[in-house]
């Protein structure tokens, strides 16, 4: 061991970079006091001491998920070859969770859609299905937060720096991202980290963006929510709450915007949801197993067909398909002029009122919901009739929960409709 620790071994390790193929440094120190043995690698777990000045580090923000090898090629995979998705438009059904979801799209601000329901009736499905229909956005190219070149509230620090400068940004068309925040996920790979080897290798504090930037102006889809672990609960609420991710590691902090439609399922039978959490979601969706007979076996005829021959089985329903993201496209485009009486608003608010809804976000989102169905609808002015179908939705998870209550909270809710409205 002292052999391999001496003089001439330790120079061969830090005079020569490490390849790609080099086992991964899982760890670094770095000292305050500048010109001293400050950086210390754990090579193949043996320590080994390297002299680097403070005043050689640099900073940088990359996008190190993307990079490639450059003696390696990635093998370009085209859109038809890749794994199929079922059709939106073929789903039978579920018409209250589709709803929810499609006016999420239309306004992301009105906060994302709590899927609860029995195994089995295609929550994931239909989530994942989504992503056919979802339009295109302006991103700033090579961006790892696809910010937006309008606006410096979505834009990360490297593009608003420019923007601010006046540098002509390259913009590309892309299709709203959704990305999947699997249960076992550490709180490293949703938040970003620090690129370990980059720093040792090229005196580089380079930041590898997480599954929150990958998620920006995006949607971020949990499922089975209700099983996350707390500090990834955490994570997600404080992202939800402010819009902005923030990052403290190894001395340095990073923030990035952090603005995502946040899309959970679960089954309420394998737990409870933190109400802090719970309170985020702007719908709460209620999904039942169909007992119906005839439908049951018009699904099950679907999902025959379809695992038979994906790519025919999307074919027929490519009309429905383009029809319903032309909707959504035109429905955002006219969501600005949409606008809703006063009479309505204080309604709304007064429902909320009677049922004790904590806070204001009850009455926020019922209002951007039902101009989010007006402009769904094609209409520039919201009616009861928008409202009545929302409200439940909007309302259900954040009313107090009486044990000794039997009936639904969304009928609750309904019957309170009717009696202001009336």
Wanted: overall charge negative; charged content about 25%; proline content about 5%.
């Amino acid at each position: 061991m002292a052999g391999l620790l001496g003089t001439s071994s330790t120079a061969l390790f830090a005079s020569r970079p490490l390849s790609s193929s080099s086992p991964k440094l899982s760890s670094f120190t770095i000292s305050s006091n500048p010109g001293k043995l400050n950086w210390r690698k754990f090579y193949g777990g043996i320590g080994i001491p390297v002299k680097k000045s403070r005043s050689q580090l640099q900073f940088s923000i990359s996008n190190v998920a993307t990079e490639l090898n450059s003696t390696v090629q990635a093998p370009r995979i085209s859109k038809e070859s890749q794994r199929p998705v079922y059709p939106f438009a073929a789903i039978v059904g579920q018409d209250e969770m589709k709803l929810c979801l499609l006016l999420n799209v239309i306004d992301p601000k009105i906060g994302g859609v709590m899927i609860m329901g029995d195994r089995g009736t295609g929550k994931s499905t239909t989530v994942r299905s989504l992503v056919d229909l979802l339009p295109e956005i302006m991103v700033v190219a090579g961006d790892p937060f696809n910010s937006d070149p309008e606006d410096p509230e979505l834009m990360g620090v490297e593009v608003r720096e420019k923007a601010i400068k006046g540098e002509d940004l390259a913009v590309v068309l892309t299709k709203i991202n959704m990305v999947d925040l699997p249960l076992g996920a550490t709180e490293d790979r949703v938040c970003g980290t620090i690129d370990i080897e980059k720093a040792l290798t090229e005196g580089i504090k380079a930041f590898e963006p997480g599954l929150l930037a990958k998620a920006n102006r995006g949607i971020l889809y949990v499922d089975e929510v209700n099983l996350l672990d707390d500090h990834l609960v955490d994570v997600l609420l404080d992202s939800a709450a402010s819009g902005w991710n923030t990052v403290e590691r190894e001395g340095i902090s990073i923030s990035h915007p952090a603005r995502f439609i946040l899309i959970g399922s679960g089954n309420p039978e394998e737990g409870e949801l933190r109400p802090q959490l719970l309170d985020r979601f702007g719908m709460h969706a209620q999904v039942g197993t169909v007992r119906d007979a005839e439908l049951r076996v018009k699904i099950v005829e679907e999902r025959a067909r379809f695992d038979k021959s994906p790519k025919e089985f999307r074919e027929t329903y490519k009309t429905e398909q383009d029809k319903l993201t032309d909707q959504i496209t035109s429905a955002r485009s006219n969501l600005s002029a949409v606008h809703m009486d006063h009479d309505l608003r204080v309604k709304i608010s007064k429902v909320c009122s009677e049922l004790n809804v904590d806070g204001l976000r009850g009455d926020i989102v019922t209002n951007r919901a039902a101009k989010a169905l007006a402009s769904l609808k094609g209409r520039d002015k919201v009616t009861a009739e928008d409202i009545a179908t929302v409200i439940p939705n909007c309302l259900r998870h954040r009313l107090r929960k009486d044990p000794l209550e039997s009936i639904d909270s969304g009928l609750l809710v309904i019957e309170k409709f009717y009696e202001v409205f009336s």
